[in-house]
DNA sequence: TCTGCAAATGATAGCGCAATCATTGCGCTT
DNA sequence: AAGCGCAATGATTGCGCTATCATTTGCAGA
C-alpha cells in the first residue's frame, strides 16, 4: 500500500540519487521559510489578502510560485469546517436533461468558487442513499439532489446535515428544504390539450425508463383524455428500459401494431423516443402530421431541425441548474432566498409535426 | 459568516430550546464513547472491518447506525494521504462525447470506491490550469484529463504530483504519463478514402470549435485529399463557435453558396453538425446519398435512425473512460500496466448517407 | 508628549482521523 | 511450566491548516 507514487517517476529528469527539494510535499510552513514570515501569514495571503500588505503579499505570493505550492484543501476544510463542496446527486449521466441542468450548476458554483462532486444514483433510491452519504462524508457546503424519491434513512441524513439543500426537476408537496422544478404533470396535460386542439383523436403514450417525472407525465396525459372521454388504455405502451432513439422506434412499432394503426397522434415522453418514433413513421411511409402527430418532451436541439420539425415541450434545464445554484449560494451568504419553492415552468414548441390545422 | 445552518433547522421539529444531542456533529469519539470501545477501533470497523473480532464489530456498528455518524472525509484524507478522490477534467459539459467518456469513468471508479473530482475547462487551457490547481489541492490520488493541450505550468504542476495521470481522447506523442485514445488524423484520412471509394469527388468539409482533435482530423481530410489531388481549400467551412446542429445547417448551407452547389459530399466534424446538414439538405431538396453524401463523426445514436442512416465514425468513447479508470487503479494497486499507451481505435460505420453504389 | 485605536503580524491550539507502536490475552509448542 | 507467536485492542502522536487571541507597529488626536 506505500509506493505508489512509482510510476510517473520514469518522467521526471531524476537528477541524482540525492534527496531532491521537490520530493516531499510543500506544506504552507515551507512557504512560510521561504518567505520569512509565520504560517498564518501565508494562509491569509491565500483566504484573506486583503488583510496583509501588499509587500508582504507579493513577497509570499513568489514564494508560492516558485514553490509550486498548492493548498491541501483536507486540512484547510478541516480546520475551517469550510469545504467549499457543493455535492450533486443525478440520476443518470447519459441524459442530455441532466446534464444541462449540470452546466447550469458548474458555471455558477464555479464562479462563485465552489467545487462540484458529482454522483450518479441511477435511478435507484437506495444508490441515492448510498451516494448521499458519499457525499455528506465530504462535508458539503450545499446538496443538489433530483426529485424526491429519497428513501427514509436518506431525508435523515439529508436534515441532519443542516445544510442548505435543492431538490430539482420537479415540483414537491413537501420538500426537504428548497425545491426547484415544473410541474410535469400539467405539462403532460397540457400537451394533449395541444393535440386534441389540432384535432386528433386517438393519442398515444410511449413512455421508458418510467420515472417519477414520467409517470407525472403519464397521468397528465391519461387526466386529459379521460376529461375528453378519449382514454384507452391499449394507447399506452411503455417499458422500463432506458429510453432512445432506437426504442422510441421499437414501441412505436408496437403501438401501431397492437393498435392497428388506429392512432393518429402520439405523445412520447421525451425527444429520443419521439426522434425514433418520427424516423419509423417515415420508414413506415405514415405522413406527418397529416396522418399522425407526433409531440415529443424536453425539446432538445435537434428536433427543432428534423423534417418535420419536432413539437416538443421546452424546460429550463440549464437555468433550473443555475436557480439551483444561486439559491444555495444565497443561503450560505445569509441572504435571504425568495421563495423556497421555484416553479420554473415549460413552453410547449408547437412545431410541424403536431400541426394538422 | 457564522450561523449559515440556520436556513434548515426550520424544517426540523425542534423539540425544545434545550440543547439537543443532534446538534453537534458526531465524531468517531462520539461513537466509541457510545460503544464502550477506543476511537481507533471504531476507524477499524470502517476501514478494516476483518481486523476486529465480530462482537465489537456488530457492537459498533449498532451506536454508528443509531447515531447516524458519517466520517470525516476531510480528516482521514489528512491523516492518512489517501483520498480516494479521482480528478477529471474534460473540456465541456455538454458535448455528449465527454459524458459518455464519463459513464465509463463514473463505473470503473464508483465500484472501485473512489470519488470523482469534475471540472470543465471549457477548451482554454489557462482555464485548465486553474481546474488543475483545484483538482490538486484535493490531492486526488489519480487524475485523467483531456488531450496533450496544457500550459507550460499546468504540465509541472502534473509532474509534480506523482500521481497516475492519463491523458485521454487522442493519441500524444509523449504523454505526462499515461495515455488513451484514437488517431483522428488517420480517422478524417479514412473518412476521405470511403468518399472517394464510393465515388464521391468534390468533398467538402464542416467543422466548428476547432479544438486540437478537430484539427487533427481536418488535416487527414486534407491528406487525403491532397493526395488524390483533389484538394481545394474552398471546400472547407467552419467556425469557432460550439458546434450544433443548428450551426450545421447554417455552415452546410453557406458552403453551397460558396461553391455554387458543386460539392458531392461533406465530412462533418461531428454528428450534431452533419445531422444539422441532412437535415438542411433535405430542406433544400438534395437527395442524400445519390446527389450528396454526408458523413458524420462520433457515431452518436440518433444517426443510426435517420433517413437515409448517418454514415458515422464510431469511437469507443464509454470505453475509453473505462480504460483510463482501469490504468489508474492499476497503478494505485501497485499491478502492472500492460502498456502506458492504448490506442483505442475507431471504426466507420458505413451507411446509407454516403452508399451510392 | 502621551494615549488610544486600528492595522499588521504572530503564537498557540485543535479540527477528526489513522499510522505507529505498545499492550493484553490466548492457545500452542517444547 | 515456560516461552513463543499471533490476534485483538488501545494510547499517543501528528497530518496541514485556520480560529482565536495576543502582540507589535504606526499614527491621529488631545
Redesign the pocket.
Known amino acids: 500500500?506505500?509506493a505508489k507514487n512509482n510510476n510517473c517517476v520514469q518522467n521526471l529528469p531524476m537528477k541524482t540519487t540525492k534527496k531532491r527539494s521537490s520530493d516531499?510535499?510543500?506544506?504552507?510552513?515551507?512557504?512560510?521559510d521561504a518567505s520569512?514570515?509565520?504560517?498564518?501569514?501565508?494562509?491569509?495571503v491565500?483566504?484573506?489578502p486583503?488583510?496583509?500588505?501588499?509587500?508582504?503579499?507579493i513577497q509570499v505570493q513568489k514564494a508560492i510560485d516558485s514553490l509550486g505550492?498548492?493548498?491541501?484543501?483536507?486540512?484547510?476544510?478541516?480546520?475551517?469546517?469550510?469545504s467549499k463542496v457543493i455535492g450533486v446527486a443525478i440520476p443518470s449521466l447519459s441524459n442530455i436533461v441532466f446534464t444541462e441542468v449540470l452546466r447550469g450548476i458548474y458555471e455558477v458554483m464555479g464562479a462563485a468558487g465552489y467545487k462540484v462532486l458529482l454522483v450518479d444514483t441511477h435511478y435507484s433510491p437506495l444508490e441515492e442513499e448510498k451516494m448521499v452519504r458519499t457525499l455528506l462524508s465530504q462535508s458539503p457546503e450545499g446538496l443538489i439532489i433530483t426529485g424526491g424519491d429519497q428513501t427514509k434513512a436518506c431525508q435523515n441524513f439529508l436534515q441532519k446535515a443542516r445544510i442548505p439543500i435543492v431538490q430539482i426537476m420537479e415540483l414537491l408537496a413537501e420538500p426537504i428544504d428548497m425545491n426547484v422544478g415544473f410541474a410535469h404533470g400539467r405539462a403532460g396535460f397540457d400537451v394533449v390539450q395541444h393535440l386534441l386542439g389540432q384535432g386528433y383523436q386517438r393519442i398515444g403514450f410511449i413512455g421508458a425508463r418510467m420515472d417519477p417525472r414520467v409517470q407525472q407525465r403519464m397521468q397528465g396525459y391519461k387526466l386529459a383524455l379521460e376529461q375528453a372521454g378519449k382514454f384507452d388504455k391499449n394507447f399506452i405502451v411503455t417499458t422500463p428500459e432506458p429510453s432512445s432513439t432506437g426504442v422510441g422506434g421499437e414501441l412505436f412499432k408496437s403501438l401501431m401494431a397492437s393498435t392497428s394503426g388506429v392512432i393518429d397522434a402520439v405523445f412520447c415522453v421525451n425527444d429520443d423516443l419521439a426522434l425514433g418514433a418520427l424516423f419509423e413513421a417515415q420508414r413506415m411511409n405514415i405522413r406527418v402530421p397529416e396522418d399522425l402527430a407526433i409531440c415529443g418532451f424536453n425539446d432538445i436541439e435537434v428536433g427543432a431541425y428534423t423534417n418535420p420539425s419536432l413539437t416538443s415541450v421546452s424546460v429550463g434545464r440549464y437555468e433550473m441548474g443555475v436557480k439551483a445554484s444561486e439559491m444555495i449560494i444565497r443561503v450560505l451568504n445569509d441572504k435571504p432566498v425568495e421563495s423556497k419553492k421555484v416553479d420554473m415552468g415549460y413552453e410547449i414548441k408547437k412545431r410541424a409535426s403536431t400541426s394538422r390545422l
Not at 516531499?24 to 512560510?32: E, P
Not at 505550492?69 to 469550510?82: D, E, G, T
Open positions: 500500500m506505500l516531499k510535499k510543500i506544506t504552507l510552513v515551507d512557504v512560510a520569512g514570515v509565520s504560517a498564518i501569514t501565508v494562509s491569509r491565500i483566504n484573506q486583503e488583510k496583509v500588505s501588499e509587500s508582504l503579499r505550492y498548492i493548498p491541501n484543501q483536507h486540512a484547510s476544510s478541516l480546520a475551517s469546517s469550510r
